[in-house]
């Protein structure tokens, strides 16, 4: 809603981010998927304050949540790449050797099985899991 924030006339959008950079200030744990929306909000924010904000507490969210074990990468795990991957330059702070080893990680296990498959499953609807496995594959792949 931020993004296209002229377009919207239903709901006062700024009183919206406030409230959601309020609450992830006031979190002591967080959740990788929640960062990640919170990541593409500070990407679309116009107001610098709200950003610097955001960004002390994406940051702070990053160094909790990251798993740096190279042995846990197998599983549903946030390693760095699936952060750095998607925020804007500069906003993490990563040794390079650790960017360099889960780049490695991943050349690896493309090259022994030729492809990244997903680390978890839904354990229902065997079926349709099936074809979405496959897609998550080439996502995760690519």
């Known amino acids: 809603m ?12 700024e009183p919206l981010i406030e409230y959601y ?5 006031n979190q ?7 960062i990640y929306c919170y990541i593409r909000l500070y990407e ?3 107001n610098i304050q709200q ?5 002390i507490q994406i940051k702070d969210a990053f160094d909790k949540l990251v798993n740096y074990d190279t042995k846990q ?13 998607i925020a804007p330059e500069g906003l993490f702070s990563v040794p390079e050797e650790i960017i360099d080893e889960n780049i490695n990680y991943l050349i690896d296990k493309i090259s022994v099985i030729g492809f990244i498959p997903p680390t978890w499953s ?3 609807y065997e079926a349709e899991w099936e ?6 594959t080439g996502k995760l792949t690519l």
């Open 122 to 124: 839904w354990g229902a």
């Open 21 to 25: 950079i309020v609450m992830l200030e």
């Open 28 to 34: 002591d744990e967080y959740e990788e998927h929640e």
């Open 44 to 46: 679309n924010l116009d």
């Open 73 to 85: 990468w197998d599983q549903y795990v946030p390693y760095p790449l699936k952060f750095i991957s």
């Open 2 to 13: 931020n993004k296209y924030n002229k377009f919207v006339d239903q709901l006062d959008v």
């Open 51 to 55: 950003k610097d904000r955001l960004k």
């Open 131 to 136: 074809v979405a496995k496959r897609e998550w």
